[in-house]
Structure formats: C-alpha cells, structure tokens
C-alpha cells in the first residue's frame, strides 16, 4: 500500500459549527487510502467538539498559531510550532484560521511544509493577510471575486474551490403551515424567512423596512438566528410583533425554511460581508425561492438568477423584488424553486468540493 499522505486541518476552536462543519465533511469525505487527515485545535471546549471527536481521526490540541508581541520573544513562539510541524511529519497543512495571522504560515515555511489557507470572507484590511498569503503555497478562495480584490497578482497560487455541501441531506420541502417549535402560519400568509447571526452587517433592518413598506398583513416575517446582540435587541424592540417573529438560535432550520415562501439574504456592502453564505444554498436545496443582495458570494449563488438580486443597503429594490414573488402565480413559484434547486444541486455538493480539495492536496505533494 501506498504511504498516506499526512494532511492537517487546523482550526482555533469549534465553539460553533461553521467552519468546523466544513473541516468535519472533508475529514470524514475524503479518501482515507490516500490520505491519513489530522486535525489541530487550540483546545477541547465547544458544543461542536465532541461532533469532531466522532471522526475518530487523531486531534491535537497546541496553539499553532502565536501573538505578535512581545516581538522579542516572537521567533522562539514560532520556532516552537515549526518543532510540532516537523516532529508529526505533516506532508501539508490546510489552514481554517479566519485570521490574517501570519506565525502558522511562517512556521510552516520554516518546517518545510506545504501550507493551504482557505479565504473565508471578504475582509482584508491590514499587511498581515498579504504576508500570510505570500507565505502560503496555494490559497483556495470561495466565491469569484476574492481573486480580483485580494490576489490578482497570485494566480499561480489561487485554487477556487466553493464550500459544498450534503445535497442528501436535503431535497424539495412540503409547505407546511405549523412547525415543531409551535410557530403557525395561515394558508393565505406569505412567509418570508431569513437565517443569520443577527449582527449589522446582515442588514435584517433592511428586509422589516422593506416588509414595512409593502404594509400587508398576510407577510409574515421570521427571524432565525442568534439574537443576543444589542443590535438584534434593537431590531426586536422597533419591528417585533404579530407579523415579525424573532426565533433566536434553532438547530431545526428545515422546519422553518418548509415555512416559508421565500428566503431573503440582505446583507450589507460593507465590513467583512459574505464569503459563501451557505443558509441561502440551503435553502435553495430545500426548494426555495431566494432573494440576495447583490454582492460577493450571494452573486454567485445567484448567478443564473440576476432577477433575484437587489442592490445592497436599497429598502425599495428589496421591496420590488419581494412584491415580484408576491405577485408570482403558486405554479410560477415552484417553477423557479425547482431551477434553483437544481442549480444548487448541481454546484455546491460535498463530492465536487472533495474532489478539487483531493486534486489540490496531490499536485502539492507530488510537487
């Protein structure tokens, strides 16, 4: 048998899913005859870590990437994680660090080891993304604008390679009027529902203003996601009522996207924004109709949808857009759900991202 190839994955934590969940699908869907997968965390707390542990594949628990200062001391930290790189024999690091931190990169390059990162979001900001990025061996990017804005002058380096998902985990979902948390809706509603952390950048305020606007009281507006922030309270405070219903955080979000009508992602042109959101995919592999605003990752998303996509930030564009569904004959809806399905389908599996992060890992370490 052929020697395995020894592929880390490091991760600071697993507190939430996110990006661990994508770690956990490429650790558990790939090749195990051709790759021996490891994975590196800066310690053992989070709700996501015991899911990581099911994996059964080794996990290391060393800070792999350090602070800056004290400069003095900055090249004896990063010697010390070239030590732990060299004494595992990695054949090539794969980075989900979100930050610009560039001492893991460094010390990979110091133990001689190839060294991945994936470019999660849309933020950039500072000198240390272009050190990481030139100490980097390959950067695989998830939408099609992260190449233009951060790595033109590195094509030789970029791998695009979007977030897929389990499209079995998914398929067409009934329409149902009452789900499992006791939410209930009239069969004359139209249901709208978006999923997001509620931080500004998500622009949840520009969605009620435009539902506001539209003044009709068969809408109805769901809220899904993590509403602890004092921008989230004062969204409840303003817009909360019969027609707006703030879920908080849920696990079951096929209950609420079977709901819906429409799914809206109105995120803002600015900040850190979207690298890939996945909530819209998902709810485009749940039969959906999805309505974005038009910026990076949401455009790709939408691609073959360009009557879906509103300007960022514009209250009256999303407005026209919602009223444009609204308006759709029940038949005319299911129509362009269905297509986004099957676009959705088509693109965003687990299989094809597993076979160009497979593809990326064996010209690296054939090289």
Known sequence: MAKRIKLLYTIPNFDTA?????VYDLVKHIDKTKFEPHICCMHTKGAYFKTIESLGVPIHIFPFATEYKPLVSLPFRVLKIRKFFKKQRFDIIHSWHWKSD???????????????????????????WRWRSQLSTKIVTINSDMKSQFFSNMDDKVEAIPIGLNVRDFGILDKIYSNEDGYKVDKDDFVVVSIANLVAVKGIEILLKAAKQINNSKLKIFIVGDDTSDYAKNLRKEYESNQVIFTGKRQNIKSYLALADVFVIPTKDEGRKEGQPIAPIEAMLSGRVVLGSKISGIKDILQLFQDCLFQPNSVEDLKRKLEMVMQMEVSQREKLAKE????????????????????????????
């Open 102 to 128: 560039f001492t893991e990169s460094l010390a990979a390059k110091f133990a001689g080891v190839p060294y991945v990162y994936t470019k999660k979001a849309m933020g950039w900001g500072n000198k240390a």
């Open 18 to 22: 996110g990006s661990g969940k994508v």
């Open 340 to 367: 986004m399905f099957e676009f959705a389908s088509n693109n965003y599996t687990i299989e094809k991202s597993i076979e160009l992060h497979e593809t990326l890992y064996l010209n690296l370490y054939r090289n």
